[in-house]
């Protein structure tokens, strides 16, 4: 895994719906990794939360000046249906030889295709679990939030999840 976790806006948003942005940064601290996004997918959050709340929970903006916009859509025009935010944070993990945070089904395919190690929420919330950052019963709870905000996870994956985690409580 590479020393710093390149996040999404579908996850950002996630995160945001269940109050879990803080414990996505101390995860990440307790698993010895960095945390980075670009200024393209910070602008897709509509200032929820913004760069300047983004940098105060620890997260590098890397920002695509005039020239490497020029690079990014050159980079975009070979990965039909990205976004050109979804084609920043892929292209910033593949310069980086870093893990890509997700749940962009098109996304997660192209970089792990591209050898891009790619991880999404639920993974995160596992994390969280086994680090002992959140209890199950939070993830649980976490989860069925961003369910009921509208995410899309695969169904098992969610259903043995929620099972594991209330077993647990």
Same mark, same amino acid.
């Given at each position: 895994?590479?020393?710093?976790?390149?996040?999404?806006?579908?996850?950002?948003?996630?995160?945001?719906?269940?109050?879990?942005?803080?414990?996505?940064?101390e $995860? !990440?601290?307790?698993?010895?990794?960095?945390l #980075?996004?670009?200024?393209?997918?910070?602008?897709?959050? =509509? *200032?929820? +939360?913004?760069?300047?709340?983004?940098?105060?929970l620890?997260?590098?903006?890397?920002?695509?000046s005039?020239?490497?916009?020029?690079?990014?859509?050159?980079?975009?025009?070979?990965?039909?249906?990205l976004? $050109? !935010?979804?084609?920043?944070?892929?292209?910033? #993990?593949?310069?980086?030889?870093?893990?890509?945070?997700? =749940? *962009?089904? +098109?996304?997660?395919?192209?970089?792990?295709?591209?050898?891009?190690?790619?991880?999404?929420?639920?993974?995160?919330?596992?994390?969280?679990?086994?680090?002992?950052?959140?209890s199950p019963?939070?993830?649980?709870?976490?989860?069925?939030?961003?369910?009921?905000?509208?995410?899309?996870?695969?169904?098992?994956?969610?259903?043995?999840?929620?099972?594991?985690?209330?077993?647990?409580?």
């Open positions: 895994m590479g020393a710093i976790w390149i996040v999404d806006a579908c996850v950002f948003i996630d995160m945001r719906a269940a109050g879990l942005l803080t414990q996505m940064t $995860l !990440s601290g307790k698993l010895g990794q960095d #980075a996004t670009t200024d393209l997918v910070a602008d897709e959050l =509509n *200032e929820n +939360p913004d760069e300047t709340e983004l940098s105060r620890g997260f590098e903006i890397v920002g695509f005039a020239g490497r916009l020029d690079e990014l859509v050159c980079f975009r025009s070979q990965y039909s249906g976004s $050109l !935010s979804d084609a920043s944070a892929f292209l910033l #993990a593949l310069e980086r030889e870093s893990m890509l945070v997700t =749940n *962009e089904g +098109p996304l997660r395919n192209r970089a792990a295709r591209s050898g891009v190690q790619v991880h999404g929420t639920l993974w995160l919330l596992q994390q969280m679990v086994r680090q002992n950052v959140v019963r939070k993830a649980a709870t976490a989860l069925k939030t961003m369910l009921a905000a509208g995410s899309r996870f695969p169904n098992n994956g969610c259903a043995k999840l929620l099972t594991a985690w209330d077993a647990v409580g």
